[in-house]
C-alpha cells in the first residue's frame, strides 16, 4: 500500500525557513512522478515543484524559485521541500503526491500546516 507521510510544517515568521519531509515508506518512491502542492483557505490548490522518477525537478512554482527547493533521498525513501525566506503568502496546507507514470494511479499525503506569520 502506498503510503506519503508529510511532516515539517508549523509556524514560521516571514524570511524564516522550514524543511517539509515526505516519507514513503514501503514503496519505491523513484519509481513514481513525486509533487509538492499547497492549498491555501479559499484558494486552489497550487502545484509548488514537481520531480520526475529520475530525480529531475520538472517545475517550480514562480513565485517560489529561489526561495524553495525540492530533493530527495534515496536511502531514507524521503522527498523534502526546502523553504528559506518564508512570505505570509507562503501560508497554506502542503501536500506531497505521487503519480505512477505508468498507470496514472495518484496518491496523497495527509498534508502539512505552514503559517507563516509575526
Known amino acids: 500500500q502506498v503510503q506519503l507521510v508529510e511532516s515539517g510544517g508549523g509556524l514560521v515568521q516571514p524570511g524564516g525557513s522550514l524543511e517539509l519531509s515526505c516519507a514513503t515508506p514501503g514503496f519505491a518512491f523513484m519509481s513514481y512522478t513525486m509533487t509538492w502542492y499547497r492549498q491555501a483557505p479559499g484558494k486552489e490548490r497550487e502545484l509548488v515543484a514537481r520531480?520526475?522518477?529520475?530525480?529531475?525537478?520538472?517545475t517550480v512554482l514562480n513565485s517560489v524559485k529561489g526561495r524553495f527547493t525540492m530533493s530527495r533521498d534515496t536511502v531514507k525513501n524521503t522527498v523534502y521541500l526546502q523553504m528559506n525566506s518564508v512570505k505570509p503568502e507562503d501560508t497554506a496546507l502542503y501536500l506531497c503526491?505521487?503519480?505512477?507514470?505508468?498507470?496514472?494511479?495518484?496518491?496523497w499525503g495527509q498534508g502539512t500546516q505552514v503559517t507563516v506569520s509575526s
Open positions: 503526491n505521487a503519480r505512477d507514470p505508468v498507470s496514472d494511479r495518484t496518491y
Open positions: 520531480m520526475s522518477p529520475s530525480g529531475r525537478i520538472m
